[in-house]
């Protein structure tokens, strides 16, 4: 198995009413749950939420920590035995390293994009880390994963640009979430690889 049909089960379609996007499999630390990582303007005033695996299996969402500021969300799912992707802190990736976007963009199939990291940097209102992409990303990507070509996590997929203030069309800018600062708003949730 290859490593992007591996990534592709730690990988979730977020249904939350007439809307939806993606999620990121973790480990919980315990064997009788696992937790989705996501945006928080993916599950934006839900009252229910399903989450779907791979095999098309759904789940009921129960959310443990949400922050509006930095656009993240945690879920837990009462699933045990899931692939997920290990938590590795590495800082900031190398700019030009190769990664792959992970998601389900319109909230229809699973799909891959492809593209390197352009840019390391700092938003501004909230001050976390992100990392900006030329992988193409699509509504409904939002909360899916941004991994290298080795199968590692490193950002959770957020927004993309789409036009200058001008008004000015503008490709191939999208942005993610370093999953460093996901860890460090929310550690007491998560268990950290330290194999590597």
Known sequence: ??????????VVKIISGTSGGSG???SSGNDQTTLVVTNEHVIENASDMLIELHDESKYEGLILFEDL???IAIIEINAANLEYFPIILGGSPNIGMDVYALGYPLNANYSVTSGI?????YEEKSGIQMVQTDAALNPGNSGGALITSEGNLIGINTSRKEETSSGRIINNIGYATLIDEVYNRTPHLFTIDTSN
């Open 117 to 121: 990291v352009s840019a390391n940097l």
């Open 69 to 71: 500021e930095i656009d």
């Open 24 to 26: 990121v499999l973790v």
């Open 1 to 10: 198995m290859n490593i992007l049909e591996s990534a592709s089960k730690k």
